[in-house]
């Protein structure tokens, strides 16, 4: 599972910020990328890859290139996974937000294999 930081950032408030400094981030902060494995019964989500700037955009690609897993856009959660070290589980502070991702992937994964099911039958 990938997460990619989005196009749109937050402020402490909640509210989105001014566009000029959504561009500007965008310019100065290049992309961060983190993939997190995960085996429901097999322990806590675990970072398996990062990368940030062409690093990120070459994992993206073999991932596009492969069919690999849903990439989801949270550049708040991708900035937060992307410090843990590389094969580190995710600690007690990120259990929410990355449980309430996983629900998200895996919804959108079974809306996928209902989908192939509709077109093979």
Same mark, same amino acid.
């Given at each position: 599972?990938?997460?990619?930081?989005?196009?749109?950032?937050?402020?402490?408030?909640?509210?989105?910020?001014?566009?000029?400094?959504?561009?500007?981030?965008?310019?100065?902060?290049?992309?961060?990328?983190?993939?997190?494995?995960?085996?429901?019964?097999?322990?806590?989500?675990?970072? =398996? #890859?990062?990368? /940030?700037?062409? !690093? &990120?955009?070459?994992?993206?690609?073999?991932? +596009? %290139?492969?069919? $690999? *897993?849903? =990439? #989801?856009?949270? /550049?708040?959660? !991708? &900035?937060?996974?992307?410090?843990?070290?590389? +094969? %580190?589980?995710? $600690? *007690?502070?990120?259990?929410?937000?990355?449980?309430?991702?996983?629900?998200?992937?895996?919804?959108?994964?079974?809306?996928?294999?209902?989908?192939?099911?509709?077109?093979?039958?």
């Amino acid at each position: 599972m990938l997460f990619a930081p989005s196009s749109i950032t937050w402020s402490p408030r909640g509210r989105s910020t001014d566009a000029f400094d959504e561009e500007r981030r965008a310019v100065t902060e290049p992309k961060k990328v983190v993939g997190l494995k995960y085996e429901p019964g097999e322990g806590l989500p675990q970072v =398996v #890859v990062k990368g /940030s700037g062409p !690093a &990120a955009e070459e994992i993206l690609r073999r991932r +596009d %290139a492969s069919g $690999g *897993p849903p =990439v #989801v856009q949270d /550049s708040a959660l !991708a &900035a937060q996974l992307y410090r843990l070290p590389m +094969d %580190a589980t995710i $600690g *007690p502070e990120l259990f929410e937000l990355v449980a309430a991702l996983l629900a998200h992937v895996f919804s959108l994964e079974q809306r996928n294999e209902e989908r192939s099911e509709e077109w093979t039958h």
